[in-house]
């Protein structure tokens, strides 16, 4: 995002969502209380958790006073997706004229906010949402979270999120989403996504279908994000976003499926029959060769761009692998389980 932005401005409500997040929520709350833009209020709401998370925020609340607002969420309801209802929750409690819905293991420089409003109002977009730098520290976060710019980066074309009202082209970072308040209740807010897992692009959709104007950017240098800690985390995780963004459709699956294999593993499989083989054809060498340099190229650009693991983009192919294997475990659970599993809950809205 462009630097010259407000340093004050309409109210901004800023909303955190938070379920079991003692490991992040502390730093979260801190770096939103650091902000150099002139007029917000924070508010808080702990959504049942079982560990030292409302703990955590009643101190906060303590040390800053009418600084930050904590409130403890009510129970479910039937037929919700628990971050939705947190966030509906949330957003009947603000003031703002404009307001930010961002995750509890994310980290806010001090000019993020004041940069995001100044950028919603130069694009006079209705709804903005940031792709925050993403913070990898095990081994298999480094290889398979970076799946996500992948796909951001190679299959949809942004510019047409930003210029062409169809809902079809529609991206959203649920770590960080600003909203024009007005627009945000026309669509009905959160209650208009409120079993839908992939909340954040369901969100897009329904602003464009209000006629709404959505933009999104590279926040890397303003906000990070944390989402995974070890391989169940992202296990986890992805099986429970994967079948539910492409809408429950099992043909839609199974294409997606033959595209990671055809594209990624496939090419290797010819690759190492003909050096086995000494067979140099080239439809069974040099074709091969040539798809897996360029998936290698592209995945070395993305990670250089988002300052991700270089040596470790040559295992694309693995990732790809684990991506398949989760795909396959996220239709079993939803179609055969108990459905995504999240925090404690389980949902199954197929």
């Known amino acids: 995002m462009r630097e010259n932005s407000p ?6 409500s800023v909303m955190v969502p938070a379920r079991n997040e003692e490991l992040n929520i502390e730093r979260c709350v801190r770096s939103l209380l650091r902000q150099d833009y002139g007029s917000f209020e924070i508010l808080v709401l702990d959504d049942g958790s079982t560990d030292a998370t409302l703990e955590l925020l009643d101190g906060l609340a303590t040390e800053f006073g009418e600084q930050l607002r904590v409130f403890r969420g009510e129970p479910l309801p039937p037929g919700w997706h628990g971050k939705a209802w947190a966030c509906f929750q949330l957003s009947s409690q603000s003031k703002g004229e ?9 980290i806010h420089k001090p000019d993020a906010l004041r940069r995001s409003v100044g950028a919603i109002q130069r ?5 903005l ?3 925050p730098h993403q913070e990898l520290g095990s081994f298999w976060e480094k290889s398979v979270v970076p799946l996500i710019h992948v796909i951001l980066m190679c299959y949809l074309p942004l510019r047409l999120v930003r ?3 169809r809902p079809a082209f529609c991206f959203a970072n649920g770590q960080y989403i600003f909203f024009r308040k007005v627009l945000y209740e026309r669509i009905g807010g959160h209650a208009a996504v409120k079993d839908a897992i992939v909340e954040d692009v369901w969100l897009c959709r329904a602003v464009k279908k209000a006629g709404g ?8 240098d303003v906000v990070s994000c944390r989402m995974y800690h070890n391989f169940k985390e992202i296990w986890d995780g992805f099986s429970k976003n994967l079948f539910a963004a492409i809408g429950y459709s099992t043909p839609g699956l199974l294409m997606l499926v033959s595209i990671i294999a055809a594209l990624y593993i496939v090419p290797y499989a010819f690759l190492f029959r003909s050096l086995m083989f000494g067979n140099s054809d080239v439809t069974l060498f040099w074709i091969p060769l040539f798809q897996i340099i360029i998936a290698l190229l592209c995945r070395l650009i993305i990670a250089s761009a988002f300052r991700q693991s270089l040596p470790i983009a040559f295992l694309h192919v693995l990732s ?3 991506l398949i294997a989760i795909a396959f475990n996220s239709f079993l659970t939803i179609k055969f389980g108990k459905g995504a599993s999240w925090k404690g809950r389980h949902y199954n809205f197929s």
């Open 213 to 220: 104007k959505v933009v999104a950017f590279n926040g890397s």
């Open 123 to 127: 694009s006079g977009a209705d709804m």
């Open 98 to 106: 404009l307001l930010l819905f961002t995750d509890a293991d994310t």
């Open 129 to 131: 949402s940031l792709m």
């Open 320 to 322: 790809e692998m684990v």
């Open 163 to 165: 210029t062409s009202p």
């Open 7 to 12: 340093h004050a401005g309409p109210l901004v």
